[in-house]
């Protein structure tokens, strides 16, 4: 089936704009993950869906960073203001969450995000 | 804080197998070893996990110590594509919440 999708590929803003990121999951997961992956360095989590419970936001690095999620579909991640030291991919991942065998997480293929 | 160490990079020529090295010499008893695996400019890849016995699946094979404190990946024929970086990770088994944290990585570049 289809897997993890994200839009747009690559995202180039100016400095104080802002951006939305769209992240669709692979269908039927109910657990949805962003992170952030800056040149050269690992995974840092962002924030955490799971069905209707309240987000882990506990990775967000700022309060210009938000996300929001529409029952167990579609995932937007906004960031107000962009400063430099935003630009980074992003990547969603989602998994089938809890009551499921399985917590493996797929991961789309990421939005580049330049900050100029 | 990923509690665990790889080489940094590695080679291998296409079609011989490739042994990635993973140490974990502090994981717990309920923790798992999971590999997942980055290509250039793709989200990271799934490819397997094992908690003490020897696991295979399509795309590798998994070898865990006695002890449990290394493991190995193995692909058992690598070609051009399997170039990417390689993260080895420990976590608990949870269909709960579980953000992942990489390390470094093994940089595996497969050659002609």
């Known amino acids: 089936g289809a897997g993890v999708s994200q839009s747009p590929s690559n995202k180039v803003t100016e400095k104080g704009k802002d951006v939305e990121l769209r992240c669709d999951p692979i269908s039927g997961h109910t657990a949805l993950y962003w992170y952030r992956q800056r040149l050269g360095q690992g995974l840092e989590f962002l924030i955490y869906f799971q069905g209707n419970s309240a987000p882990d936001k506990s990775g967000l690095p700022s309060d210009r960073f938000s996300a929001e999620r529409t029952g167990e579909s579609v995932s937007t991640l906004t960031i107000q203001r962009t400063q430099q030291e935003d630009s980074a991919v992003y990547l969603c991942?989602?998994?089938?969450?809890?009551?499921?065998?399985?917590?493996?997480?797929?991961f789309g293929p990421g939005t580049r995000l330049t900050v100029t | 804080d990923a509690k665990t160490t790889q080489p940094t990079s590695m080679d291998c020529a296409e079609g011989r197998a490739a042994n990635l090295p993973c140490n974990h010499s502090?994981?717990?008893?309920?923790?798992?070893v999971y590999w997942y695996r980055q290509i250039h400019s793709q989200g990271p890849q799934y490819i397997i996990h094992g908690l003490k016995n020897n696991e295979t699946n399509e795309m590798a094979s998994l070898i865990i110590t006695e002890d449990r404190k290394s493991s190995t990946l193995i692909l058992p024929h690598a070609t051009l594509r399997d170039t990417a970086v390689y993260y080895c990770i420990v976590r608990v088994r949870s269909t709960g919440f579980q953000k992942l944290v990489f390390g470094t990585g093994t940089r595996l570049l497969v050659s002609p």
């Open positions: 502090t994981i717990s008893g309920n923790e798992y």
């Open positions: 991942a989602s998994s089938q969450g809890v009551g499921s065998a399985e917590g493996e997480q797929y």
